[in-house]
Structures are given as structure tokens and as C-alpha cells.
């Protein structure tokens, strides 16, 4: 069965500042690897998704990277602001658990004005 | 705009009660999932449907029951077997299993209480 970790669990940074949350994985068969945002009490929204094949893909101060070899994902939020405070989730899909997706538990981010 | 509906957002149910949580996408998606979300313990899988009229058990389908009569719709019933029901339920859909840039795209969720 598929495996998904994020560390930190909640991490609290001074706006203004560059980060790296983490995603990690135990099965490297994967389709891609999804990173979504959930603000309290809403649905997931998805972010970026990294196809099996690809190393990073970008979009406006996100920057994401797999390397599926090791089994982790990185996501870089760049110049972090107030509004980027939410919880973080990233998911993996793959051909050995059933064409399912499978959560990591999610970083909860502050980021203080 | 096309994307995923859940009602009701806020539910309260009686204990031994059964209810039903609505989900309809007019993204012309394949597939369909229901998840539960408990504090600390992130998304977990009850059931997902790849086609109509085909559905499968996820890691935690015991309690819960679902159908798959149209491709828009993916109905979850909770029924009074689920022994600890209270949770955030979120629908998703996506495109197709298996495929690549499958993104899966969520509803705003369900809030479920039992009093």
C-alpha cells in the first residue's frame, strides 16, 4: 500500500520569506503527484500536478519537483504572503494501488504579516 | 462554470439514522470518489466509480454505500453500520484513472454531525 508523509506537520514563517514543504512517498510506481491547497472548512484545490515523466512544473511563485527514483516531491512557495497561509496536501496516483490516490496528512502554513 | 456540487454543506444526523450526501460534476469526468476527512489523519477513500453503474470499495467503505446511475452523479450514503460518522466528506472527480495529467478536481465538501 501506497505511503504519503509531509513534514513539517505546520510550519509558521514571517511574510516576505521563501519555503519548502515536503512530500515524500513509499511506492515509486506513480502516475504523477498532485500538490493542492485547502483553506479551513473549503474543498481542495489543486495547485500543480507533476506527471511520472516530468521533474518540476511551475506556476506563478510555486515551483514543484519529484524525483521519483528517492520517492519525494518538494514544493517551493516563493516571497510568501498572508493570503498563502492554508494547509498544503499533496497526493500520488499509481498502477499498484489500484489506479487510486493516496493523501499525505498535509502542512499546515502560517505565514505572519 | 464546470466543476463538482456537494449538498447539503451542513448535515446533522440522529443516531441510527441513514443519509445521503449529493454529488454532481458537470465536468464530463469518468471518475468519481468520495473521501472523509478526520483532524490529523488526512483524505481517506470510501469509494470511488470509474464508470456508470461500476463502483469500488475504498480503504474504508464499511458503513457506506453509494450508486453510480448517471455520469454526473455520485450519491454517498451514510448508513447507521458507520459507527463514527461525524466528518468532513469531500467529493472529487477526475478525467480518467491511470492517465498521466489526471488532475482531480474537489467539491466544496460536506459537513457531517451526529448528535
Known amino acids: 500500500k501506497q505511503e504519503v508523509t509531509q513534514i513539517p506537520a505546520a510550519l509558521s514563517v514571517p511574510e516576505g520569506e521563501n519555503l519548502v514543504l515536503n512530500c515524500s512517498f513509499t511506492d515509486s510506481a506513480i502516475y504523477n503527484l498532485q500538490w493542492f491547497r485547502q483553506d479551513p472548512g473549503k474543498g481542495l484545490t489543486s495547485l500543480l500536478l507533476i506527471q511520472s515523466s516530468q521533474r518540476e512544473q511551475t506556476s506563478g511563485r510555486l515551483n514543484a519537483s519529484l524525483d521519483k527514483s528517492s520517492g519525494r516531491s518538494t514544493l517551493y512557495i516563493a516571497a510568501s504572503q498572508p493570503g498563502d497561509s492554508a494547509t498544503y496536501l499533496c497526493a500520488v496516483e499509481g498502477p499498484n494501488t489500484g489506479n487510486q490516490f493516496y493523501f499525505g496528512t498535509g502542512t499546515s502554513l502560517t505565514v505572519i504579516p | 462554470d464546470g466543476g463538482i456540487t456537494q449538498s447539503p454543506k451542513y448535515l446533522f444526523r440522529k443516531e441510527g439514522q441513514n443519509v445521503t450526501l449529493s454529488c454532481e460534476q458537470n465536468?464530463?469526468?469518468?471518475?468519481m470518489y468520495w473521501y472523509r476527512q478526520d483532524p490529523g489523519q488526512g483524505l481517506r477513500l470510501i469509494y470511488y466509480?470509474?464508470?456508470?453503474?461500476?463502483?469500488q470499495k475504498g480503504d474504508i467503505a464499511e458503513g457506506y454505500s453509494v450508486s453510480r446511475e448517471k455520469k454526473e452523479s455520485f450519491p454517498l450514503t451514510v448508513t447507521s453500520a458507520q459507527k463514527n460518522p461525524t466528518a468532513f466528506y469531500l467529493c472529487?472527480?477526475?478525467?480518467?484513472?491511470?492517465?498521466?495529467?489526471?488532475?482531480?478536481?474537489f467539491g466544496a465538501g460536506s459537513r457531517l454531525t451526529v448528535l
Open positions: 466509480s470509474q464508470i456508470v453503474n461500476d463502483f
Open positions: 465536468l464530463n469526468h469518468d471518475a
Open positions: 472529487a472527480s477526475s478525467a480518467q484513472q491511470g492517465a498521466g495529467a489526471n488532475v482531480l478536481t
